[in-house]
């Protein structure tokens, strides 16, 4: 693609004059005329059965349309919860789930009864006097306990816990790797559970019209398509009936991507009710209902030769699915197929256990299974390296996938696009002045201080995906992307993607790349997305850093097509052949002759007219599917600089550096953005956050965000950012993803500093999150 | 605070910071420094940045920090939130060119 004015550069958010000014549209800014509230009624247990409900009082209470149990349901809502077998491929168990209990609850927070009143305030009031009887059961929380037999089950009358028992590769595969070893390095690796906590919360108004019997749905979702797919079935609805229209979205980080609960009983609410129906959830909601991340722990061992190469690994993540399998969690398990890192390996032996468990169920959180797979290797690799006393950066050199063996076929048959993984080490260490820094640390170490210097030459997988890999893995619809361009008789362009933002800037990002390509200025073309009763038939939403390295090149190619038919009716105005018309910066002319030529909006007013070529319809629009050949592969290294406190434990991050690599850069400060956001989150995960439940009854004990500690501006340092740009040969812009790249990267490098910095005092690995609390009594125990 | 404190007082909103088309140089700053991402804080931090900015015209990077505590943010990491304040500072102080080297943020 030429890069002309618009790709690369900085361009102003063309969202945030609405955004700065209180003029965004987020989900509690809709209403209907009439609308009804809907407040829910939640388990206070993690496990029991309900026994009784009684709903006379509420029933009476002022302002309520309506007191409504699973029963009423029954007739409204077909099918249990989808649960895509994405990346696993044997599923033993996935327990049934209606959207409303009936006879047993399996989390604190499942919803038992919904109330309708007149306003939200009286649906709540009415809510709290609905009377419900539980005969308490107990709760599986311990992952180990759970596997065992004897264990009591997530839901009772279930043969086990186990919801799926993959091994991808046995150990057949590493006996030479581990035989050939002189050292071989094994660590347990938690991975905390973690909630995404999106600023705004979910919601959903719904407005089923009886006698249309249309149905529309105004709601906060990463993804309005697959929602209309959802919902529409379980109602016994055609796809055409339903419209999901997701506005401004308040964040998703991956908490917005699979259907919940609210999203079929709200709709259902509208047509038993016939009226609008409204529901907001509130931050107590959200913690104990929002699908959470992470929640794992890993099992590892790696075989290495004395001079740093690596030969095996042996791995097998226990992951917790919570109570019922979620529609994307075992996406999870990938993070087996991406344990090796940027590394090279004889063999890779990795097994993925789902246990399911009394708490809410895991499904992807941003980065979903990459964070963990680059935490687990680059831990793995400081543990190696601290073993046979090497620095971390020349145990990385040794053995990073060399530039010119991409594209590389790794472990798991997975093809590499590209890739130069010293230049980004290179620039991290030069930016963060690594050699000085190793000079400071002994200086310090002298003094009784303790200051680590932590790396993570992270890489990732994004960009889903290839139909051959996705569609089998979703249950039948492959993850590509869909995209409309329609030009205007004045030459207007609309752009439809079957993406969504929640935060990207797609409206900028994507207008500046078609704006370049029809040389067209940038002002003239609109993207929409969001609403399904627009653009295509189809959209496929956005996660996994998919959105530009699918969808934007699936709005290039409709792009491309609007081109084609453009040079066919330029040919014929200016009477030459179709193969001598070339396309510049706006402008059809002939091959030679650039004074021979038609601009594209005499072009898109020509082509509504009636002097077209024979056979040629009116009209100046394209839709295109974009089915990636193959998945992308963003890279990088990040340094971070630690020190802790003797005293308190507490972790200072003193310097961050993050060198990142994800091709062709559209705009420049949105990727920087997403990084920034990115490793914000991931420092949240290695020294703040963690969703904790009690062990024994499974009441979740994080339930808002005191507890819950979400960093504030104080915890988060200043970085230094750059790029290198290694363009991905899979697609046409040679673009590959940033949404996740920080996050995936961080959190690797956070702790290797804290262990580098604890290492005096024979501490090797420190799990997260690296609270003061756990590292003062770390260091304790260490002094001793 | 409760709306009953607010009685008899006057309060600005984010809906009142812009002139007509004309942002606030508060606005105008998170919009040039990619201050924000989802939006959906960005009122919230814009309507503390003024409170802080009419308090303490130039904060120094620690005095954004402990000015910006109460709020919240999931998308930014903050990096670009403490760049619009201090540029925001700059140009209502009317001071460009004293301003110091903003340590956040990358390019």
Known sequence: MAVTQLVGAKIHRREDPRLITGHGHYIDDFTRQGAAYAAFVRSPFAHARIKRIDITDASKAPGVVGVFTARDFKGQLAGTHPAAPA???????????????????????????????????????????????????????????????????????????????????????????????????????LQNRLAPVPMEPRGVLAEYETYDKKLTIWMSSQNPHFIRL???????????????????????????????????????????????????????ESMQNATHGRGQFYDVEVAAKKDGTLLGMRMTQYLDVGAYCGTFSAFQACACLMAGGAYKWKGISARTIGILTNRVPTDPYRGAGRPEATHLVERMVDLVAGQLKLDPVAIRRKNFIQPKEFPYTQNFGLVVDSGDYE???????ELAGYDELRKKQADLRKQG??????????IELCGFGPSAATAPATGGIA????????????????????????????????????????????????????????????????????????????????????????????????????????????????????????????????????????????????????????????????????????ETGHVQLEKYVAVDDCGNIINPMIVDGQIHGGVAQAIAQALYEEVVYDEETGQLKTGTLLDYSIPGIGEIPAMSLDHTVTPSPTNDLGVKGIGEAGTIAASAAVINAVCDALSPLGIKHVDMPASPDRLWNMMKGARK | MFAVQAEGKSLTTIEGMAKGEELHPIQQAFWDEHGLQCGYCTPGFIMAAA???????????????????????????????????????????????????????GN
């Not at chain 1, 043969?159 to 046995?170: F, M, V």
């Open chain 1, 87 to 189: 990346f696993v491929a044997e599923k033993k168990y996935i327990p049934e789930r209606f959207p409303i209990a009936e006879k047993e609850v399996c989390y604190q927070g499942e919803i038992v009864a919904a109330v309708l009143a007149d306003s939200k305030a009286q649906a709540a009031d009415a809510a709290n006097l609905i009377q419900v009887e539980y005969d308490e059961l107990p709760a599986v929380m311990d992952l180990e306990k759970a596997l065992d037999a004897k264990s009591p089950k997530a839901h009772e009358g279930a043969a086990d816990n186990i919801s799926w028992d993959l091994t991808y590769t046995g150990p057949e595969v590493t006996e030479a790797a581990f035989k050939e070893a002189d050292v071989v390095v094994k660590e347990r690796i």
């Open chain 1, 423 to 429: 230049k980004s080490l290179d620039r991290a260490l």
């Open chain 2, 51 to 105: 409170y802080l900015l009419a308090q303490n015209p130039n904060p120094t990077e620690d005095e954004i920090r402990k000015g910006l505590e109460g709020n919240l943010c999931r998308c930014t990491g903050y990096v670009n939130i403490i760049k619009a304040v201090k540029s925001a500072a700059q140009t209502m102080s009317g001071a460009a060119g004293k301003k110091a080297t903003v340590a956040a943020g």
């Open chain 1, 449 to 458: 201080r303790y200051f680590g210097i932590g790396l993570s030459t992270w």
């Open chain 1, 230 to 284: 959802f919902v529409s079935g379980s109602m016994g609805l055609k796809e055409s009936q339903v419209r999901v229209i997701s506005p401004d979205v308040g964040g998703g980080f991956g908490s917005k991507i699979s259907p919940y609960p609210e999203d079929y009983l709200v709709p259902a609410l509208s047509r038993l009710s016939e009226r609008p129906v409204k529901w907001i959830e509130t931050r107590t």
């Open chain 1, 479 to 646: 993850l590509v992307e869909s995209a409309q361009v329609r030009v205007t008789p004045t030459g207007s362009v609309i752009v439809y993607t079957g993406t969504h933002a929640h935060g990207q800037g797609h409206e900028t990002t994507f207008s500046q790349i078609v704006a370049d390509q029809l040389g067209v200025p940038y002002e003239s073309v609109e993207l929409r997305h969001g609403d399904t009763a627009e653009g295509t038939s189809f959209g496929y939403g956005t996660y996994g850093s998919r959105s530009l390295a699918v969808g934007g090149v699936a709005v290039s190619k409709a792009v491309g097509k609007v081109i084609d038919k453009g040079k066919k009716l330029a040919a014929h105005m200016l009477e030459a052949a179709e193969e001598d018309i070339v396309f510049e910066r706006g402008s059809f002319h002939v091959k030679g002759s650039p004074d021979k030529s038609k601009a594209f909006g005499e072009v898109a007013f020509a082509s509504y007219g009636m002097n077209l070529p024979e056979g040629m319809e009116q009209g100046l629009e394209a839709v295109a599917y974009f089915d990636p050949p193959n998945l992308v592969w963003p890279f990088g290294a990040h340094v971070a600089v630690v020190e802790i406190d003797a």
